[in-house]
Antibody
Framework: EVQLVESGGGLAQPGESLKLSCVASGFAFSGSPMHWVRQSSGKGLEWVGRIRGKANDYATSYAASVRGRFSISRDDSKNTAYLLMGGLRIEDTAVYYC????????????WGQGILVTVSS | QSALTQPPSASDYPGQSVTISCTGTSSDVGAYNYVSWYQQHPGQAPKLVIYEVNKRPSGVPDRFSGSKSGNTASLTVSGLQAEDEADYYCNSYAGSNNFVFGSGTKVTVL
């Protein structure tokens, strides 16, 4: 059974940093690109970024709204993806989901349960 | 990258059909056959229902179908059932390793 479990969320003040983790199980993690998607309360989904696998040199890409502040990484030996969020802003408050993109499909077929990040002074 | 445009709401009676549009540009929806659709019930994570414009993942009923014409993709839910009441989001590859979601559509089964 495929599982994605996020952790590391919580309350942060504007300007602070927070690191989310996403532990994966039930599939070949190292071969799958991993995405982060967020959703503000009552709002729609927003793509945050993606990290590809070793075959693509762990290439990362980010939405313009977080580029330069957020960083995605992965540790294939731990089946874990990370989202390091720096320079947090009030508008970064959201539920953050990690999602898997199968290596042979252009879609996100498995999603974590989501983790809440609240940025407030 | 601006969000893809979806109607805020759509509705019909059980057994009927509803079609949701997802309008982008020639740089995203119009450029690639990499449009996917997600269903989200309140308080739950999104679920993939269509990928690569018109392909259905295993386990998704064939009542769900997708299509694309030019810069607009569409999701049709036929034979509406109560459990189809949810929010639906489209997503498209936008080139340069970027992706963009639609604004979301709330489907109500009357």
């Amino acid at each position: 059974e495929v599982q994605l479990v996020e952790s590391g969320g919580g309350l942060a003040q504007p300007g602070e940093s927070l690191k989310l983790s996403c532990v994966a199980s039930g599939f070949a993690f190292s071969g799958s690109p991993m995405h982060w998607v967020r959703q503000s309360s009552g709002k729609g989904l927003e793509w945050v970024g993606r990290i590809r696998g070793k075959a693509n040199d762990y290439a990362t890409s980010y939405a313009a709204s977080v580029r330069g502040r957020f960083s995605i990484s992965r540790d294939d030996s731990k089946n874990t993806a990370y989202l390091l969020m720096g320079g947090l802003r009030i508008e970064d408050t959201a539920v953050y989901y990690c999602t898997r993109q199968p290596p042979d499909r252009w879609a996100n077929d498995y999603w974590g349960q989501g983790i809440l990040v609240t940025v407030s002074s | 990258q601006s969000a893809l445009t979806q109607p805020p709401s759509a509705s019909d009676y059980p057994g009927q059909s509803v079609t949701i549009s997802c309008t982008g540009t020639s740089s995203d929806v119009g450029a690639y056959n990499y449009v996917s659709w997600y269903q989200q019930h309140p308080g739950q994570a999104p679920k993939l229902v269509i990928y690569e414009v018109n392909k259905r993942p295993s386990g998704v009923p064939d009542r769900f179908s997708g299509s694309k014409s030019g810069n607009t993709a569409s999701l049709t839910v036929s034979g509406l059932q109560a459990e189809d009441e949810a929010d639906y989001y489209c997503n498209s590859y936008a080139g340069s390793n970027n992706f963009v979601f639609g604004s979301g559509t709330k489907v109500t089964v009357l």
